[in-house]
């Protein structure tokens, strides 16, 4: 164990208790099992757990993050959407992780504002209303009114919690080591890589200047669309945990009733969110990556408002252009052509059969073939082809897995606005558009430009680095590394099979003497000895083999 990993454990012992508990009150804690710390084994407390005895294991996950707080319901909501490393069963339960918090009181409040922003409350805001309208896990939210009346809503976050998330990042980061390092079956997961990137995410989050220059980037972006509408910002008004923005009235998403009620055409109102989405995707690369209903706001006119901006999802040129070709290939039924997108979005192990990846996808293809385009679910086939892909162990790139969980979620509210609603029709519409701008001047020239800024760093470094690599030729320090996966219990069956053998060959050497007296009798008896343990050995060896022949074909 890393010195720095239980720096980290012993420095937050008292949070890490806390966490042990929950996981042990909820039957979890066989988790840490492998884990070579007495000190975290004394602290994994066995409990039946009165009120979910028989809840099955994903359920208790989900109740154990969410009783654990903010980091990790934020945790397993990112884990809800690699499909590629868990199970459907665990998905979806941990999908549905709400982020309810209970709000701070408006003394904390207040006196956050004023702190933050330098200046007392009725200086700032002409109005203040001390009572939020909503209170999730990372912060809190209030209306105002501003000094010349504009009407804004008051993102404020909660009283210590960067500290508590960074303490809890520091716990993840060190139960990943420890879980790489000892427990080999969360091993090709990539733990720690998980909760780096999980890191970088969550601080993010938290930096409410990250917000608002995503809402200003969605408004330079749709400035000339006048269907879609995102929230200003109030730069005076705003620092990294206080953010103030444009309050924008209309009827939310989440109120099916009064969607209904008014009288808007709600098939044309989805078909403008669904567009927005494929131009944020498809043309910029950068897009809103929660489309939950209550982020989507019917104002006056039919005006798409779109709220809460923290968590955005980015793709670069290349990226854009391989993930469109897949989502098209799915929607064409072509398996050939989605099995050559997976591989050049996601990594595939080294023993990847392409060829049943293939027939996998094929008969995919077969089972949506029959439906028409405007009957296509896009939502339930994207879940196929992510459960193919946790079953041959291809890993997706976070940005892959967060953007297939975006289309996912957003054909699932679009339904729930307009039952008719189909994301696949309005794609198949959108891949004209797609091929007009692959054939732009100005994406060539940015590809030339790239290219030749590559080959120059090529044809700049390759010098130095032949030069380097001739010279340890020439010295004898060249050294090659060939790492074998998986050597270490091939040479084990096989040292085991030459003792199983030479075992034999003596022991029957043995029982061949033939004679009387007690040394010959001696001799028999070991001889009888050694073949029965060669017979053990042989029939140990048999199992392993079988067992490891069983696992591969899982």
Not at 151 to 169: G, N, P, T
């Amino acid at each position: 164990m890393r010195l720095s990993s239980l720096i980290r454990l012993e420095k937050n012992a008292r949070r890490l208790t806390e966490i042990l508990g929950v996981l042990g009150k909820y039957g979890l804690a066989d988790l840490l099992a492998g884990l070579p710390s007495r000190w975290i084994q004394r602290r994994l407390v066995s409990v039946d757990g009165q009120t979910i005895r028989g809840e099955p294991f994903e359920v208790r996950l989900r109740m154990a993050l969410s009783e654990l707080g903010p980091t990790f319901i934020k945790f397993g909501q990112m884990l809800s959407t690699r499909g590629d490393l868990l199970n459907a069963e665990l998905v979806h339960e941990l999908a549905k992780l709400q982020e309810g918090n209970i709000a701070d009181s408006a003394e904390i409040i207040v006196a956050s504002i004023e702190q933050e922003l330098g200046a007392p409350i009725d200086v700032l805001f002409a109005e203040f209303d001390d009572q939020p309208i909503a209170s999730a896990s990372i912060a809190q939210v209030h209306r105002a009114r501003l000094l010349d009346g504009q009407a804004v809503v008051v993102k404020v976050q909660h009283a210590q919690i960067q500290e508590r998330v960074r303490c809890d990042l520091d716990l993840l980061a060190a139960l990943a080591e420890l879980a790489q390092n000892h427990v080999p079956a969360v091993r090709p997961y990539q733990p720690v890589a998980l909760i780096r990137q999980f890191r970088r995410t969550l601080t993010k989050e938290l930096d409410f200047l990250a917000e608002k220059r995503n809402l200003e980037h969605f408004q330079r972006q749709f400035a000339d669309n006048p269907g879609v509408r995102f929230p200003s910002v109030f730069a005076d008004h705003c620092t990294r945990t206080i953010l103030t923005m444009e309050f924008l009235g209309g009827i939310h998403g989440s109120d099916l009733k009064g969607l209904k009620e008014s009288g808007v055409n709600l098939q044309e109102f989805t078909r403008q969110a669904g567009l927005m989405y494929l131009d944020m995707i498809f043309r910029d690369g950068f897009y809103h990556a929660d489309p939950h209903p209550g982020n989507f706001v019917l104002m006056e006119g039919g005006v798409l408002g779109v709220i809460d901006c923290g968590m955005v999802g980015r793709l670069d040129e290349n990226y854009r252009e391989d993930f469109e070709e897949f989502l098209l290939a799915v929607v064409r039924n072509d398996p050939s052509a989605m099995t050559a997108a997976v591989l050049r979005l996601a990594s595939a192990p080294p023993d990847l059969d392409e060829a049943a990846l293939r027939v996998e996808l094929a008969e995919l293809a077969d089972d949506v073939s029959g439906q028409t385009l405007s009957h296509f679910d896009l939502g339930g086939t994207l879940e196929r082809v992510i459960d193919i892909v946790h079953r041959f162990r291809i890993v997706l790139p976070p940005n892959a897995s967060l953007l297939i969980k975006t289309l996912i979620m957003l054909e699932g509210t679009s339904r729930r606005l307009e039952p008719g609603f189909n994301l696949a029709e309005l794609m198949e519409q959108y891949q004209g558009q797609a091929v007009t701008r692959r054939l732009l001047p100005a994406r060539w020239r940015r590809k030339a430009e790239r290219a030749a800024r590559e080959w120059d760093r090529l044809f700049m470094q390759l010098p130095s680095e032949l030069t380097s690599l001739l010279d340890r030729m020439r010295t004898g320090t060249l050294e090659i590394h060939h790492v074998h996966r998986q050597l270490e219990a091939t040479v084990n069956r096989l040292v085991v099979g030459l003792l199983t053998s030479a075992l034999l060959v003596s022991s029957s050497l043995l029982l061949s003497q033939s004679g009387t007296g007690g040394l010959s009798t001696i001799l028999v008896v070991l001889g009888a000895l050694g073949v029965a343990g060669a017979v053990l050995l042989l029939l140990r060896l048999l199992h392993e083999i079988h067992r490891v022949q069983d696992r591969d074909l899982d």
